[in-house]
C-alpha cells in the first residue's frame, strides 16, 4: 500500500520540512516508518484499526503513560538531558490530538525517534536479557502510582481460557479445511489446558494484583543502548492496560530465551537457555521484585510456559481462521509461528523445577 507522506506530515506539528519516510521494524501490526525531515527523526506510524477499534482510547493511553513517566523523571532530565530517550515524546496534530487521521480515514501517530538504541529479534547475551527485563520491571514499577486505570484496548488480551475458547470455534468452523492436519499441535495445548485458568483464578481470588502493564513484552519492545548496553526505553504502548505482571515476564521468557525466531522452522534450534531466563529474571526483580508479592513471584517461571502456550494458541487459531490477524509472509506461517511456540513451551516444561529453585535463591 502506498501513502503520501507529505501529506501525513503536513498533518503533525514537526520540526523542519518533511524528506523522506521509510518502512521501518518487525513489527506484525501496524505499518511502522522512520520518517526524517531537515531537523529531526521520527517515527511515523499507521495504527491498524481493524485491529485496535478504539485508537482515541489507545492513543490517551499512549499520552497518558508517557506524561506520567516524563513527570517522574523531570527532576533527573534537569541533570541528564539523554533521559529524554527513556520516554516517547508524542507529536500532537495541527488540531491538537495525539493522532492524525488523513482524507482516507487511516489512523495515524508520531513520536520522536529515539537515537543511540536499538531493538533486538534474539537477544546475544544475558547482559541484554537483564537490562531488558529491567527496563520492564521499571516500566511497570514508574506506572504503579498512575492515577486511574488505563483503557482497555483489546478487552481478554491475555485471558487465557477466552483464548482457548476462540481456537475452539475456529476448530468447530474450520473455514480452510486445516484442523486435519494441525491435531499434534491441538493434542499438547488440550492435554494443558487445566493450567490456563491460573493466573485469572489468582487475580480472582485475591493472591494475584491488577497493574498497569504492557502485555506485549517482546523483546524488540525495549531499546537497548548502544554504548551503554541498558535497557533505556519501552516501546509499542498499544497493549498497555490493565493487566498481571506475569503476562509481561511471561511474554519475555517466550521471546527472549530461546535462540530461534517465533517462526523458525527448524524446531531443533528452538529451546530455553536457562542462563537467559535466569538473566530475565534477575532482572526484572531488580525492580518489579520492589511492589510484587510472594505468591506473585512464585508464579513467575509458570508464566512463561502459560504464556508461550497461549500464543501458540492465537497462532493456531488465526491458521485455522485463514490467517486474518496476524501478517504472514509465506504458506502455513501462522502454523509454523504455533509449532515454534509449542516447542518452546515443551523445553520451559522441562526446565520448571530449575527455574523454581533459582527463584527460590534470589527471593
Not at 502493564?213 to 543502548?225: E, G, P, S
Not at 522452522?265 to 520492589?290: Q, Y
Request: net charge negative.
Amino acid at each position: 500500500m502506498e501513502f503520501d507522506f507529505k501529506s501525513v506530515a503536513a498533518g503533525f506539528v514537526l520540526d523542519g520540512e518533511f524528506v523522506s519516510a521509510v518502512r521501518f521494524g518487525t513489527g506484525h501490526i501496524n505499518d511502522t516508518f522512520k520518517m526524517a525531515t531537515t531537523a529531526q527523526t521520527y517515527i511515523l506510524q499507521r495504527i491498524n484499526t481493524s485491529i485496535f477499534k478504539a485508537p482515541e482510547l489507545l492513543m490517551d493511553n499512549f499520552v497518558r503513560v508517557s506524561s506520567h513517566i516524563e513527570k517522574k523523571i523531570a527532576i533527573e532530565k534537569e541533570r541528564n538531558p539523554q533521559c529524554r530517550r527513556r520516554f516517547l515524546q508524542v507529536i500532537r496534530s495541527r488540531s491538537g490530538e495525539p493522532f492524525y487521521r488523513d482524507e482516507n480515514n487511516n489512523f495515524w501517530r508520531c513520536y520522536i525517534y529515539v537515537d543511540g538504541a536499538r531493538t533486538y529479534d534474539v537477544l546475544e547475551t544475558p547482559a541484554q536479557a537483564f537490562a531488558a527485563a529491567a527496563a520492564f520491571g521499571s516500566f511497570q514499577l514508574d506506572l504503579a502510582d498512575m492515577p486511574g486505570r488505563l483503557n482497555e484496548t483489546i478487552a481478554d488480551f491475555h485471558h487465557t481460557p477466552k483464548r482457548l475458547a476462540a481456537l475452539e470455534a475456529a476448530l468447530a468452523a474450520d473455514v480452510k479445511n486445516r484442523a486435519a492436519e494441525v491435531g499434534p499441535e491441538l493434542e499438547y495445548i488440550f492435554k494443558n489446558r487445566e493450567e490456563y485458568s491460573l493466573l485469572i483464578d489468582g487475580m480472582n481470588n485475591g493472591e494475584l494484583f491488577e497493574r498497569t502493564t504492557h502485555n506485549d513484552t517482546k523483546l524488540n519492545n525495549v531499546l537497548i543502548d548502544d554504548v551503554s548496553g541498558e535497557g533505556i526505553c519501552v516501546i509499542d504502548l498499544d497493549t498497555v492496560m490493565p493487566g498481571l505482571p506475569h503476562y509481561d515476564f511471561g511474554d519475555m521468557v517466550r521471546t527472549g530465551t530461546s535462540p530461534a525466531a517465533e517462526d523458525e522452522l527448524d524446531l531443533s534450534k528452538v529451546g530455553m537457555r536457562f542462563e537467559m531466563f535466569e538473566a530475565l529474571l534477575r532482572g526484572f526483580l531488580s525492580s518489579a521484585g520492589k511492589f510484587l508479592n510472594p505468591r506473585e513471584k512464585e508464579l513467575l517461571p509458570f508464566s512463561g510456559k502459560l504464556i508461550t502456550l497461549e500464543i501458540g494458541i492465537r497462532f493456531l487459531t488465526d491458521y485455522l481462521a485463514g490467517d486474518v490477524y496476524f501478517k504472514i509472509h509465506r504458506e502455513k506461517h501462522n502454523l509454523d509461528r504455533c509449532r515454534t511456540q509449542i516447542k518452546l513451551a515443551q523445553s520451559i516444561e522441562s526446565q520448571l523445577p530449575a527455574m523454581q529453585k533459582l527463584l527460590s535463591e534470589i527471593k
